[in-house]
């Protein structure tokens, strides 16, 4: 609740015109929104504007949120894949910002006091940390509403000045170590499978190799796919994507892998496979297609075109940036896909850029009588 609105109030309001609050927390923003409709607008603005600027933060609260964050994180340590996620950041970003995460842990949940979470809620309450996403079919009248809400509510915060002023921390580029050691660690409930990832460095997200590179993730996605679970039935998944924020690694993971000595080259052979710089040519514009369409897809609606906005203004600093990605996509040529792959996911040297093969660390997660029988290194 907040001090114009406990939480019941809160609750019948939603439950009766029908709109959604939430709020979320990353490594690079955090987010509070409201989902409405615009008859709606001025209550939901007064209730949203209260809930930021004046929690209550009481103690029976607090209490309650931190028992259930001990229960999330029992279930996180009892569970396979979330074993890993915990292992996989602990590898991937030790020494770096990001190793601090957003969310609790079982090595800081005790030390997290009340005074703590009410001293950095008054922190955040400058005007320099915030921006205002609204998106909607907004009348003349309806834009006006929603700015005389903002200018009365957040908008009446000022910006911290002198030498306290917020300015938004560098964050330093992420690297994997050549010779990492492979992470193991155990899980009763993994069994005799095993959930495994591997992490590889990935270009920066605001240079021209990067959607290149997403590209050619997604030729690897598709190899994976046939060779290490179609063909060998090692896996029950396997696919590639991306960590961190502004700053990224690459990460192929495989789920519940029952492949336990060959696994590794199964899925070294699949990324060997990768088509030739001619025959990406007579498949790129499907992938280009495919790309478009999963970037696209979250844009059939409001909230989803408010996250690609806070998106990009979060990690480029501009609200309009996203709006470019299709005509990157297009202009990417096979050459461009060719050289993403011989630099950041070749493991030979024989397809590596000049001989280099990028070095790439490994998690694995299973039982603890499995666990080493995955052979990774």
């Not at 809160?10 to 927390?25: I, T």
Request: glycine content about 6%; hydrophobic content about 40%.
């Amino acid at each position: 609740g907040s001090k114009a609105y406990p939480y019941s109030e809160m609750q019948r309001l939603e439950y009766e015109k029908n709109f959604s609050l939430s709020a979320a927390a990353g490594r690079e923003y955090a987010v509070v929104s409201a989902r409405f409709i615009l008859r709606d607008l001025n209550e939901v603005m007064a209730l949203l504007s209260d809930s930021v600027l004046n929690p209550l933060l009481g103690e029976e609260d607090f209490a309650t949120i931190i028992t259930d964050e001990r229960a999330g994180i029992q279930n996180t340590l009892s569970n396979p894949s979330g074993v890993l996620g915990l292992e996989l950041t602990k590898a991937a970003f030790a020494g770096h910002p990001y190793a601090s995460p957003a969310s609790v842990t079982a090595e800081t949940i005790d030390a997290i006091t009340l005074e703590d979470v009410r001293a950095h809620h008054a922190a955040l309450l400058d005007a320099a940390r915030f921006s205002v996403v609204a998106v909607g079919n907004f009348s003349a009248k309806e834009q006006k509403q929603l700015v005389a809400a903002l200018n009365a509510t957040l908008g009446a915060l000022s910006a911290v000045t002198g030498e306290n002023a917020f300015k938004r921390p560098e964050v330093p580029a992420l690297t994997v170590a050549a010779g990492a050691e492979t992470v193991y660690a155990s899980c009763e409930a993994a069994g005799d499978t095993g959930y495994i990832s591997g992490v590889f460095a990935c270009p920066d997200r605001t240079g021209d190799q990067y959607v290149p590179f997403a590209i050619a993730l997604m030729y690897i996605d598709d190899l994976l796919f046939a060779q290490v679970r179609e063909e060998h039935g090692a896996v029950y998944s396997a696919g590639t994507g991306v960590l961190g924020g502004r700053e990224l690694l690459g990460a192929l993971s495989l789920y519940k892998a029952t492949e336990k000595k060959d696994l590794q080259r199964y899925v070294l052979d699949a990324i060997e496979s990768f088509p030739s710089e001619a025959e990406i040519e007579t498949t790129l514009d499907r992938y280009k297609n495919k790309y478009i369409t999963s970037l696209f897809s979250s844009s059939q609606t409001s909230g989803g075109v408010a996250s690609n906005i806070v998106r990009s203004l979060a990690y480029y600093g501009s609200p309009s940036q996203y709006l470019h990605r299709a005509e990157q996509v297009q202009a990417v040529t096979a050459h461009d896909v060719a050289l993403a792959y011989s630099t950041y996911l070749a493991r030979s040297s024989e397809r590596a850029l000049n001989g280099k093969v990028p070095p790439m660390q490994w998690i694995v997660v299973s039982g603890k009588d499995a666990v080493h029988e995955f052979v990774f290194k």
